[in-house]
C-alpha cells in the first residue's frame, strides 16, 4: 500500500517568504508528527496530531511555525517570514495509534532558505 | 533536545563483519525503537523493544535493552554493502519520539 508522502520533495525559498510543506499520511493512521532534521543531526520533534487537534505542539521552535490538520487526514506544516535558519530536511510520521506506537516516515521536504 | 546520545558517531567496517551501534538515553521510556535513514531522507523503522524486554531479534538484527544502565545496543551481523546508512535510537516521550545524533555506518565491500 501506499506510504507517507510529502510534497514539494525540495523548496528553495528567500529569506521573509512563506512557505507551506504538505503530508499525506497512511490512511487509517489517526496519529501525524512533523520533525526537523539538520545536517548530522537526528530528527527534532515539531507537533503531533491525534486526529483533527494538534496533541502536542510544544516542539515548534517559534510562533512563524503552524501546522494544522483539518480533516484528520492531511497536514500543512506553514513557516512565514522564514529565515536561514530554517533550512532543513521537514519530515512527517504517521501510526496507527500514537502512543508507543512504530511510526512511518516519509521522505522528507528539504526546504533551503537563501 | 535529544535525549540520546550514540556511540560511535561514525563506523567503517569490512562487508561481511558485525556491526555494533550503542545508545545511551535520560529519562525513563516506555519502549526504544530504532530508525534507518538512507541519504538523509526518510527513516525506515527496524525495530521496537518494550522496557520489559531485554533483548529483540529480527533477521540480522539483534537489539538489547539494559534499563538500570539506560542503554541500548543494535548488532547487525553479517553486514552488508546495502546497510550502509544512518542509524538511530528513539525513544518515546510517550507518544513523539527523542532521536539521538545517530551513528553513520559504512560498509566497504
Known amino acids: 500500500g501506499a506510504g507517507v508522502s510529502q510534497t514539494p520533495s525540495n523548496k528553495v525559498t528567500e529569506k521573509g517568504k512563506y512557505v507551506e510543506l504538505r503530508c499525506d499520511p497512511i490512511?487509517?493512521?489517526?496519529?501525524l508528527y512533523w520533525y526537523r532534521q539538520s545536517l548530522g543531526q537526528g530528527p527534532e520533534f515539531l507537533i503531533y496530531?491525534?486526529?483533527?487537534?494538534?496533541?502536542?505542539d510544544s516542539g515548534l521552535p517559534n510562533d512563524r511555525f503552524f501546522a494544522v490538520r483539518p480533516e484528520g487526514s492531511v497536514s500543512t506544516l506553514k513557516i512565514q517570514r522564514t529565515e536561514r535558519g530554517d533550512s532543513a530536511v521537514y519530515l512527517c510520521?504517521?501510526?496507527?495509534?500514537?502512543?508507543?506506537?512504530?511510526?512511518?516516515f516519509g521522505p522528507g521536504t528539504r526546504l533551503t532558505v537563501t | 533536545s535529544q535525549q540520546g546520545e550514540e556511540d560511535p558517531q561514525a563506523l567503517s567496517i569490512q562487508e561481511g563483519e558485525n556491526a555494533t551501534m550503542n545508545c545511551s538515553y535520560k529519562?525513563?521510556?516506555?519502549?526504544l525503537q530504532w530508525y534507518r535513514q538512507n541519504s538523509g531522507r526518510g527513516l525506515v523503522h527496524l525495530i521496537l523493544?518494550?522496557?520489559?524486554?531485554r533483548e529483540k531479534h529480527s533477521g540480522r538484527l539483534r537489539v538489547t535493552l539494559d534499563t538500570s544502565k539506560k542503554s541500548s545496543s543494535l548488532l547487525i551481523t553479517a553486514s552488508r554493502a546495502a546497510d550502509t546508512a544512518s542509524y538511530f535510537c528513539?525513544?518515546?516521550?510517550?507518544?513523539?519520539?527523542?532521536f539521538g545524533q545517530g551513528t553513520r555506518l559504512t560498509i566497504n565491500p
Open positions: 490512511s487509517g493512521h489517526t496519529a
Open positions: 510520521a504517521s501510526s496507527l495509534s500514537g502512543t508507543g506506537a512504530e511510526q512511518y
Open positions: 528513539a525513544t518515546d516521550d510517550p507518544q513523539k519520539l527523542v
Open positions: 496530531f491525534q486526529g483533527t487537534g494538534a496533541a502536542d
Open positions: 529519562t525513563s521510556i516506555n519502549n
Open positions: 523493544i518494550r522496557s520489559n524486554e
